[in-house]
């Protein structure tokens, strides 16, 4: 059974920090891309940053140079650090593992985590 579990939202001020964390289960974490999206009330998710296996990494134009994406295979772990956190980053993040295999996809979600940015 995949399971894909984040922790580290929560609230926080403008310019703050946090965290995100995403541990995976039940899959060979190493074989898959790696994503972060978020989905903020009344919008389309949205991807927010990925990494590869080869450790390949893309950020969303609007997050590029405040978050790092980062994973710790041994640990099957992905990680989110976001600085400079802005009010229109508020949204339930959610983590996903993606590969395909001769043509089919694999495509897993965790069950997100709620980041709100406020003062």
């Known amino acids: 059974q995949v399971q894909l579990v984040e922790s580290g939202g929560g609230l926080v001020q403008p310019g703050g920090s946090l965290r995100l964390s995403c541990a995976a289960s039940?899959?060979?974490?190493?074989?898959?891309?790696m994503g972060w999206y978020r989905q903020a009330p009344g919008k389309q998710r949205e991807l927010v940053a990925s990494i590869t296996i080869g450790m390949t990494t893309n950020y969303a134009a609007s997050v590029k140079g405040r978050f790092t994406i980062s994973r710790d295979n041994p640990k099957n772990t992905v990680y989110l650090q976001m600085t400079s956190l802005k009010p229109e980053d508020t949204a339930i993040y959610y983590c996903n593992a993606y590969r395909t295999q001769f043509g089919v996809p694999y495509d897993y979600w965790g069950q997100g985590t709620q980041v709100t940015v406020s003062s």
């Open positions: 039940g899959i060979i974490f190493s074989q898959y891309v």
